[in-house]
């Protein structure tokens, strides 16, 4: 679905997450970015996918990157979820689909035979430089963070 590829400077942003706070692309410089993409918040899939990150969430944090969440969720839905599963990430409430389409991840799919516009489930891993190391198309939403640490 998205046509950028590992090498890329991945798109400039700026968006609002959970709790009102401004995000940039730029607050990470020096560190490594795990920018995760998903459907929709408090959906089992995922859930699934953030809880694995939540747990893994130290193994991340020794190995020098952060975690940021995207959907185009409104922010009160995002920090509802945040609170019911403890997530210790922030998550963008990028209702204006901002991030989602400078990501490539917004596009049709289809889903119990029904075609929709929607996001696709895609995790990008940012170096410290604003550049895309990998790039995760086939999510598996339990095992996630052993996708991206095993690189």
Request: glycine share 8%.
């Amino acid at each position: 679905m998205t046509t950028l590829k590992i090498g890329d400077k991945a798109p400039m942003f700026e968006a609002l997450d959970n709790a009102g706070n401004t995000i940039k692309l730029t607050d990470y410089e020096g560190k490594k970015l795990v920018l995760f993409f998903y459907p929709k918040a408090s959906t089992p899939g995922c859930t699934a996918e953030a809880c694995d990150l939540r747990d893994n969430y130290q193994s991340f944090l020794a190995k020098g990157y952060d975690v940021l969440g995207v959907s185009a969720d409104s922010a009160k839905r995002q920090q509802n979820w945040i609170n019911k599963h403890e997530l210790p990430f922030p998550l963008l409430a990028d209702e204006d689909k901002k991030v989602i389409e400078a990501f490539g991840v917004w596009g049709p799919k289809k889903f119990m035979g029904r075609e929709y516009d929607g996001i696709h489930r895609t995790t990008f891993v940012i170096d410290g430089k604003g550049v895309i190391e990998d790039i995760i198309l086939k999510v598996k939403t339990k095992a996630h963070a052993d996708q991206i640490l095993s690189e």
